[in-house]
């Protein structure tokens, strides 16, 4: 008598690959992997208000600031633009804008040994966002979101994982 290979056996490597496919699918467009926000001295506790503005100061504060080409840069100032617009808020001149805010990006290496244990080196990168009063020049408002790079992800993810941290942000931004 020749015993065969229960049927559901056979096809287990199958299932094990799809299972791998769709595990390494959703890395690829996994929501960030840290998010950390703070109110900075400048808070209003009755409110944002409804307008903002860039900065006017963003260039002189931050010499990092344009991480990327300025295709790039004009993309995550439409998105944040566009998430702020979700939340009810509206742009205006920054005379007169309620609030100012701006955005730094950085990248730098990651060493993690919780996989391999003589370390995988990644690379993480960082977007802030800021809110600041314009009169007083102070911080009112930090939000920070953190995750994986890989430069060889199709631009189409990397779009949908920029905006998917820029939507974590606007799940702890403060209310108008």
Known sequence: MTLRPHTSARFLPLVLLLFGAALLAGCAEAEPEAISWYYGPG??????????????????????????????????????????????????????????????????????????????????????????????GQLIWRGVVQGRVNDSTPPEVREKRLDAAIQQLMKVFPQK
């Open 43 to 136: 808070i209003r506790y009755n409110g944002l208000g409804s307008t903002f503005a860039w900065s006017p100061h963003e260039s002189e504060q931050r010499p990092y600031h344009h991480h990327g080409n300025p295709e790039f840069q004009k993309l995550v100032r439409n998105m944040i633009e566009k998430a702020l617009e979700a939340k009810g808020f509206h742009q205006a001149a920054s005379e007169s804008a309620d609030f100012w805010t701006d955005y730094w990006i950085g990248r730098h290496e990651v060493e993690d040994s919780m996989v391999n244990p003589h370390g995988e080196v990644f690379e993480e990168g960082t977007l802030v966002l800021d809110l600041v009063a314009p009169k007083s």
